[in-house]
C-alpha cells in the first residue's frame, strides 16, 4: 500500500485485533518469542490498540485503509485536546499555535499513514491529563468526586493499554491531585478503576505487558560487556 511502512510491528497488533473480533485467544497469533532476540518483538502486545482496531475489523474486515484511518482518526482526534490541555497553562493563541506546530511537524504528519499506537496513545493520554485538571475540589460531593477519580482511572488505563510507558501518568497523576487537594473518594475513583480494568484485562485478554524481555540475556550481557 502506497505510504505504509511494512517493516513494524503492526501486524502483531492486527492479527491481535483479530482475534478479539474472532472471539480466538487473543495471544495465539502464531508468533514464536525468540527469548535470544527479544527486540523483534514481545509474546504478545498491550491489547489498546487492537481493542480499538478489533470494531473496525468486524465492519471492514482487515483492510489497510480503514485500520490506517482508525489511527488517523484518534491524531485528529488529539489535536483539540492538546489545545484544551495547553489552553489551561497559556493564552489561547499560544495554546492554537503550538498545536498547528505539533500538527505539522513531518514525524507526526507521517502517523496518517500508520497502523501504530502512537496517535491513539497521545490522545488518550491527553484526555487523561485534561481531565485530572478538570478534577473537582476537596468540597465536591463524594459519589461525583468518586465517578470523576473513575473516569481518569479509566482514561489513565486506556493510555497503559496502549502503551506500557503510560504507567507514568498514574503516579503523576495522583501525586497532582494531591497537590491540589482533591478528596479521598476522587483518589478512590482513579485507583479503583484503573486496577478493576486491569484485572478484566488479566482475566479476558492478557496480562499487562512490559518490554521486560529486553533486559534478559542477551541483552544484558551485551550492556555489561
Not at 493564552?91 to 505539533?102: D, G, N
Not at 529486553?214 to 560487556?225: D, G
Request: with cysteine; glycine share 8%; proline share 8%.
Amino acid at each position: 500500500v502506497r505510504g505504509h511502512e511494512w517493516g513494524d510491528d503492526w501486524a502483531q497488533y492486527v492479527m491481535h485485533a483479530i482475534n478479539i473480533a474472532t472471539g480466538h485467544p487473543y495471544a495465539d497469533i502464531g508468533y514464536v518469542f525468540n527469548p535470544d532476540s527479544p527486540h523483534v518483538g514481545p509474546p504478545s502486545y498491550p491489547p489498546g490498540l487492537p481493542l480499538l482496531l478489533a470494531p473496525v475489523i468486524a465492519v471492514f474486515g482487515p483492510n489497510i485503509f480503514a485500520l490506517k484511518a482508525a489511527c488517523f482518526l484518534c491524531l485528529a482526534l488529539a489535536l483539540p485536546v492538546i489545545y484544551r490541555v495547553l489552553g489551561d497553562s497559556v493564552s489561547w493563541r499560544v495554546a492554537i499555535s503550538a498545536t498547528c506546530l505539533f500538527a505539522a511537524h513531518d514525524l507526526i504528519w507521517a502517523m496518517r499513514n500508520d497502523v501504530a499506537t502512537e496517535a491513539p496513545y497521545i490522545l488518550f493520554s491527553g484526555l487523561a491529563l485534561w481531565s485530572a485538571s478538570r478534577s473537582p475540589s476537596a468540597a465536591t460531593n463524594r459519589l461525583v468526586a468518586l465517578g470523576t477519580g473513575a473516569a481518569v482511572g479509566f482514561l489513565i488505563y486506556g493510555t497503559v493499554a496502549i502503551r506500557s510507558i503510560g504507567i507514568a501518568l498514574l503516579p503523576a497523576v495522583l501525586l497532582y491531585g494531591w497537590a491540589w487537594r482533591r478528596p479521598l473518594s476522587w483518589f478512590f475513583g482513579v485507583a479503583g478503576s484503573f486496577c478493576s480494568l486491569v484485572l478484566v484485562q488479566r482475566a479476558l485478554l492478557v496480562a499487562p505487558t512490559t518490554y521486560s524481555d529486553e533486559l534478559k540475556p542477551p541483552t544484558v550481557h551485551l550492556l555489561l560487556a
